[in-house]
């Protein structure tokens, strides 16, 4: 997260930090901020919004609720950048020259997305066809597509037609709440009633929106893709190379962990033998492997998580699972 609020004081264009996360979140994600911003004196005075979800509700709501909020409090035509906190993007330049393309789109009212120049036929990712055009440096999105099986996404990365969906995106709060309106009512509708409802509080920095927790209930668990993306005909892809990673997952992260000879990727206190292609997060102590393939192993303090590579996708419905029976 410390990266991506850099990324966002240091392009210079930002004039007020939009924080969307879970209330139980809070302080620890204040302290981020307050962190990254003593880093750049120069935006001490900067404006910093937060606006607390009660409960996950994909980033429909969260996207939804920052416009909302953004009309609120700075204006109906403002342009909204949206970056997600786990993604890693080591070519700022790069990245910075595609916002420079991505503006003056959203200023016309489109809706614009970043897309990434795969280099590889992954399947973690989702993909957007576009209709690429070498004369510009912009595609209109022709459609959106989920996460491929390997058959799949060789073929995507063959026809150089697709691109990685990098979630990041860039519009006007007024263009995107038409769309969500036209495509998606209920997504509007319900996050807007828990917005207005919300609980509202002035900090030093900016201003406090508790999203009303028994109206979000009703909120539609969707992404903001699926919601509009997907059925708007407003959007625009800007194509882009920034060495981008979304690390929202093991097998993302661990291309950041060093690698053996055997295609171990581990992080700490960590010794293998005859093991192979295994992601090792050790956080507290010495984690031990002997014999095995293709596994991801998670250790901290509090909870020990093995599992294959294969059944990464399904470690969000294990962690859901875990915390309602456990809290």
């Known amino acids: 997260m410390a990266k991506t609020l850099k990324r966002a004081l240091g392009s210079g264009a930002v004039e007020q930090l939009i924080i969307v996360t879970n209330r139980d979140h809070y302080f620890t994600v204040k302290d981020e901020v307050t962190r990254a911003l003593a880093d750049h004196p120069e935006l001490s005075v900067i ?12 980033t429909g709501a969260a996207i939804v609720a920052a416009a909302l909020h953004v009309q609120s409090v700075v204006a109906e035509d403002a342009l909204l950048v949206v970056m997600p906190a786990d993604h890693l993007i080591t070519d700022e330049v790069a990245f910075q020259r595609a916002l420079r393309v991505a503006t003056p789109l959203a200023q016309r009212g489109q809706l614009v997305t970043f897309g990434i120049t795969p280099t590889r036929p992954e399947t973690g990712f989702g993909y957007i066809q576009a209709e690429v055009d070498q004369t510009t440096e912009h595609a209109q999105v022709k459609r959106f597509v989920e996460k491929p099986n390997l058959a799949t996404a ?9 691109l990685w969906n990098a979630g990041i995106f860039c519009f006007a709060a007024q263009s995107l709440l038409e769309e969500v ?6 997504l509007l509708e319900n996050t807007t009633a828990a917005y207005v409802q919300g609980q509202l509080a002035r900090l030093n920095v900016g201003l406090q929106v508790e999203l009303d927790p028994k109206l979000f209930t009703d909120v539609p668990n969707l992404s903001i893709d699926y919601a509009v993306l997907e059925h ?6 800007v194509p882009c190379d920034m060495d981008w990673c979304d690390i929202g997952s ?11 000879q055997e295609g171990n990727r581990t992080h700490g206190t960590v010794h293998t033998q005859s093991s192979r292609d295994c992601i090792i997060y050790a956080e507290q102590g010495l984690v031990t492997t002997l014999g095995v393939d293709n596994l991801i192993i998670v250790q901290t303090p509090d909870a020990v998580l093995v599992t294959h590579k294969h059944s990464e996708q399904a470690i969000g419905l294990l962690a859901k699972s875990l915390d309602d029976q456990y809290t």
Not at 154 to 162: E, K, P, R
């Open 232 to 237: 708007s005909r407003a959007v625009s892809v």
């Open 250 to 260: 093991w097998s993302a992260l661990s291309e950041l962990f060093e690698g053996d």
């Open 181 to 186: 309106s036209q495509h998606s009512p209920a």
């Open 47 to 58: 404006t910093v919004h937060y606006v607390l979800e009660p409960m996950a509700r994909n």
């Open 154 to 162: 060789q073929a995507y990365l063959a026809s150089g037609d697709y």
